[in-house]
């Protein structure tokens, strides 16, 4: 079974930064796509950025674009997600996800993924 671990989140300030870490169980190179999701408190989980192992493409929701920038270390099989400029609206619990082949679900939807960590709190305060 595959386990993903986050790491990273906290407490900020607006406008402060956070680097999010999910460290993967084997290796990054496995999943087509690894990707952060962010679900706060009654509302959906929703996509926030991907990035695939073909070229490293990158993919980011519109509201983070500019601010937010993934990566990936495959060679420590951990994903990165660097967050910057963090305003309130971007306090949730950040959830890791691995997809393992490409489908007909499009990678910025959930059910696309096959596994999840346990998620990291972020909590920007005003």
């Known amino acids: 079974q595959v386990q993903l671990v986050e790491s990273g989140g906290g407490l900020v300030q607006a406008g402060g930064s956070l680097r999010l870490s999910c460290v993967a169980s084997e290796r990054t190179f496995n999943f087509d796509h690894m990707g952060w999701f962010r679900q706060a408190p009654g509302k959906e989980r929703e996509f926030v950025s991907a990035i695939t192992w073909t070229f490293s493409r990158t993919s980011y929701a519109d509201f983070v674009k500019g601010r937010f920038t993934i990566s990936r270390d495959n060679a420590k099989n951990t994903v990165y997600l660097q967050m910057n400029s963090l305003s309130p609206d971007d306090t949730a619990v950040y959830y890791c996800?691995?997809?393992?082949?490409?489908?007909?679900?499009?990678?910025?939807?959930?059910?696309?993924?096959?596994?999840w960590g346990q998620g990291t709190q972020v909590t920007v305060s005003s």
């Open positions: 996800a691995a997809l393992k082949m490409s489908g007909l679900v499009a990678p910025t939807d959930p059910r696309a993924y096959d596994y």
